[in-house]
């Protein structure tokens, strides 16, 4: 028989942060909070976003460079943002670029046309998205 859990507040016992969920095979555990995302976007070419968590604001700083602004920081520079964007032809994307200065409450996405080797903005229709997962502060 199926139940059904209601709570607005999920605590671990030994530490108020930390949850073990058992894994797929039933023999392996793993951190549930390790496994969220902490930030997502999508955005246009105007860099703000269209759909969001824990971004506060995009900005438009270089040709094909979108500065974005953390709603919580993050615990170190150390994260992981994985980003992709849509209607780019040989074009990817980076989480981050040579010129930009990366902290715990911002970080850049750049995209970078690999048929002209340099950074390109998107076009009307393009848009980027990435996901941030690591430790908030």
Not at 22 to 37: D, H, K, M, V, Y
Not at 123 to 136: E, P
Request: negative net charge; charged residues 15%; aromatic residues 8%.
């Amino acid at each position: 028989m199926a139940s059904v859990l209601k709570v607005d507040t999920l605590t671990g016992v030994t530490t108020a942060g930390s949850i073990s969920v058992t894994g797929e095979g039933n023999s392996t555990t793993t951190n549930l909070q390790q496994g969220l995302a902490k930030a997502w976007c999508k955005f246009g070419p105007d860099a703000q976003p269209d759909d969001s968590f824990n971004i506060a604001s995009g900005t438009d700083v270089a040709v094909g460079q979108y500065r974005f602004a953390k709603t919580n920081a993050m615990s170190t520079t150390n994260y992981a943002v994985t980003s992709s964007s849509g209607r780019a032809i040989n074009a990817f994307n980076t989480g981050e670029n040579s010129t930009a200065i990366e902290s715990t409450v911002n970080h850049t996405q750049s995209k970078y046309d690999v048929a002209g080797a340099n950074f390109t903005d998107y076009n009307a229709d393009g848009y980027g998205m990435h996901t941030i997962h690591g430790d908030l502060a």
